[in-house]
């Protein structure tokens, strides 16, 4: 889960951390008296959770409080399109409106974790403002990491280190060395995945000053973050991800027309690659966990059944503890909970298979039911492809009467 | 007899009064497994279905001679219990808890080390070797079979998938392990495959990788240096967005790091059989046993006396 960038930097500034004076503006107007609280040349910035803003229009310089006002006229209630957001876009609600700064130089300082490593680390450049990426490709020296032992801080000799390579003396490599442990701090209070300052800025008075500032929380942590858990959830737009966060399965929205109910991440990613690779498309992935009962798997085909495309559905489940007849039992229930009248291929192996293929034929629903993953990602496919929806299913024996009765 | 557990192997289950810990104490019990006691802070001195339960990792230990716990603990608490059997001298634990925020497991995974045990996990199915009729996890008993195929993999139900896969071709399992979902695990690819490298029993490798991270291409590494089995393998989320977690922590393609294009390149460029269509993972590690088969019958017939043990095959 991510924080937009106000509700970042207000977190910083509570750990001590400088940032611009600003708030944010739900309107014209807001932004308007925003900027005339300020008393100055503003930036209007869009919040957002997609980086890469500001070519998209999504930060503006303003001189004047009318300037301010057009800016965020131009943004509220748009959808943002920038190079991470997707085609869609994302909608602007608000705008933070905040005092310009006098840069001297940009920075660039994030903390993250070193998953080959098992540690936390700091990346820090010279070269602020570009993505990271962007910098590593241009020069890898430009890159500096300080990996951080578990438990312990970070060391002074490794904050020099940074400012060294950073080319920070005097004041602004003090200013550097505290704003290094705070957000150290911060990181961890917070159970970050992601706390990136970019750019950090240097000014011409040697302050640190944080110009934008992004959060990544553990999605695990919520249980003890639950302040900011609310909050991030709030800000997923999207209702159908929504959903998935507040009944606690993992769903992605892809665009293609045939809906996933796997068991497992692993499985289920698996699952969309199968289809893909035998010329199909998935609607999205969904990974129902091994405790999915009929109100969840309901739930789960709602979503399902609310992406546009969707002709078929594919249920991938391979039993282990999640029993197959149990399984079996929360499908029917679910299918017949959420009105789901499309065809259904069943590919239903492992733990009390035969009892849960039983349970399938004695439903009486049209279900169709494949043994194998390939034949059953086939049928799919197949169904997919039809042009146009086809709710019978009966004739030949398709349907999983006869499946199961081939199947002793 | 596969890595990490032999016939030996004496295991706790750390939260066996819990719902999860209890079903599936039951469950390795059947399999053939020697679970000697359980682990329940404040209800030393009980007997859960049959087996003793003890209030600390260190009763347990000095009373039952466990070398192996697996946890079935509850987020908040998984770390504490880790550690608290790491500190009790447990060479082997396996951490099943899903959800376990990274900045625990990193800490946990300090103490597993400087007390010089190993951690399987966390967010794993744990291991299995059938051959030795030890089952330390929740896979599925009835899908393994004893065998020489080492199976390495990041996730769950998958598997399960290529085991059933390899286990409807008479191919059996020497070890099963689940390193877990995870962003920060204790146990890496790297670790299992120099395990399944000495093992004599174990003839081929099934490494199952998915999006996220770099430990397919730090495993790449490692075989081309060090690994001379045939490795076969597959990895999740060819197709996944980038930017999107794919149910796993680990599983999440970000700053265009950790996608599946980088990592097949990384194993197909180590020698490593890349599978593409997660359906045909046994058949493709089948054809291989075949092809060895018919090149030269009398050569592997003659080359270990541990090669009958392959039964049916």
Redesign the interface.
């Known amino acids: 889960m991510n924080l937009q960038e106000y509700q970042a930097k207000s977190l910083l500034a509570g750990a001590g951390v400088a940032v611009p004076r600003g708030r944010i503006a739900t309107s014209p107007d807001d932004a308007d008296a925003a900027a005339r609280e300020i008393d100055g040349p503003v930036v209007v910035k869009a919040q957002i959770l997609a980086g890469a803003r500001g070519k998209a229009g999504g930060i503006k310089l303003a001189a004047t409080p009318e300037e301010a006002a057009a800016a965020a006229a131009a943004m509220i209630g748009r959808h943002l399109v920038t190079i991470?957001s997707g085609p869609k876009g994302d909608p602007v609600e608000t705008v933070l409106v905040e005092e310009q700064i006098s840069i001297a130089r940009e920075l660039f300082l994030a903390f993250t974790?070193d998953?080959?490593l098992?540690?936390?680390t700091v990346i820090a450049s010279a070269s602020g403002g570009m993505?990271?990426?962007e910098i590593a490709a241009r020069d890898p020296r430009a890159v500096l990491r300080e990996s951080i032992?578990?438990?312990s801080g970070i060391w002074p000799f490794q904050a020099r280190t940074l400012a060294t390579g950073l080319g920070l003396t005097g004041r602004a490599a003090q200013a550097f060395h505290e704003t290094l442990r705070k957000l150290l701090t911060l990181f961890?209070e917070l159970?970050c995945?992601l706390l990136e300052i970019n750019p950090l800025a240097v000014t011409a008075h040697e302050r640190i000053v944080a110009l934008d500032a992004k959060i990544g929380l553990?999605?695990?942590?919520a249980?003890?973050q639950r302040l900011l858990a609310d909050t991030a959830r709030r800000d997923i737009t999207d209702p159908v991800e929504r959903e998935a966060s507040r009944i606690g399965v993992?769903y992605?929205h892809?665009d293609g027309n045939i809906g996933c109910v796997?068991?497992?991440?692993?499985?289920?990613?698996?699952?969309?690659?199968?289809l893909?690779?035998l010329g199909g498309h998935?609607a999205n992935?969904l990974?129902v966990g091994g405790g999915a009962d009929s109100a969840k798997i309901a739930a789960a085909l709602r979503m399902i059944l609310q992406e546009p495309a969707v002709k078929t559905i594919f249920v991938n489940i391979?039993?282990?503890?999640l029993r197959c007849d149990v399984f079996a039992q929360g499908l029917i229930a679910g299918v017949k909970l959420a009105g789901a009248n499309l065809p259904i291929v069943v590919r239903l192996?492992?733990?009390n298979r035969d009892e849960g293929r039983r349970i399938l034929t004695d439903s009486g629903l049209p279900l169709i039911v494949e043994d194998?993953?390939?034949a059953a990602?086939r049928r799919a496919v197949a169904i997919a492809a039809e042009p146009a929806r086809s709710p019978d299913l009966s004739p030949g024996g398709a349907a999983c009467g006869s499946g199961v009765a081939g199947g002793n | 007899m596969g890595i990490l557990l032999n016939r030996t192997s004496r295991v706790i289950v750390q939260g066996i009064t819990g719902k999860?810990g209890s079903f599936?104490a039951g469950q390795m019990i059947a399999y053939g497994t020697r679970v000697v006691g359980g682990v329940t802070p404040g209800k030393g001195g009980t007997v859960h279905e049959g087996i003793p339960v003890f209030s600390a990792v260190s009763d347990a230990v000095r009373e039952t001679g466990a070398d192996v716990s697996v946890i079935f603990v509850p987020?908040?608490w998984a770390a504490d219990a880790i550690c608290e059997a790491a500190a009790a001298g447990v060479r082997l634990i396996v951490c099943i808890t899903e959800?376990?925020?990274?900045?625990d497991t990193?800490?946990a995974?300090?103490e597993v080390n400087a007390h010089g045990a190993r951690l399987i996990g966390p967010n794993c199915?744990g291991l299995i070797s059938p051959a030795a009729a030890a089952k330390v996890g929740?896979?599925?008993g009835?899908?393994h079979m004893p065998g020489t195929v080492g199976v390495i993999?990041?996730?769950?139900?998958?598997?399960?998938?290529v085991v059933?896969q390899l286990s409807a071709r008479r191919l059996g399992q020497s070890t099963c392990v689940g390193i877990g979902?995870d962003?920060?695990i204790g146990t890496n690819f790297v670790d299992c495959l120099g395990l399944f490298e000495e093992d004599p029993e174990t003839e081929a490798i099934v490494l199952?990788g998915?999006?996220g991270?770099?430990?397919e291409e730090?495993a790449a590494a490692f075989i081309k240096e060090h690994v001379t089995k045939p490795v076969f393998s597959?990895i999740?989320?060819?197709?996944?967005?980038p930017?999107?977690?794919?149910?796993?922590?680990?599983?999440v393609i970000s700053?265009?790091q950790g996608g599946w294009a980088g990592k097949a390149a990384a194993l197909a460029a180590a020698g490593v059989t890349v599978i593409?269509?997660?359906?045909?993972m046994g058949e493709t590690v089948a054809a291989w046993f075949a092809s060895r088969q018919a090149e030269k019958p009398a050569a592997v017939a003659a080359k270990k006396p541990g090669g009958r043990k392959r039964g049916g095959a």
Not at chain 1, 218 to 221: E, F, K
Not at chain 1, 318 to 321: A, E, L, T
């Open positions: 991470q974790l998953r080959s098992g540690c936390e993505e990271i990426e032992t578990p438990g961890r159970d995945s553990d999605d695990n942590a249980y003890r993992s992605v892809l796997v068991n497992g991440a692993g499985l289920a990613m698996s699952t969309v690659d199968i893909a690779h998935a992935f990974d391979f039993g282990g503890i192996v492992g733990t194998d993953l390939e990602a | 999860e599936h987020p908040p959800g376990i925020p990274v900045r990193l800490l995974v300090g199915p929740i896979m599925p009835s899908i993999s990041r996730s769950g139900t998958l598997t399960y998938e059933h979902g962003a920060v199952l998915e999006i991270g770099s430990a730090e597959f999740a989320g060819r197709t996944a967005p930017g999107k977690r794919m149910g796993h922590a680990g599983a700053h265009g593409e269509n997660p359906a045909r």
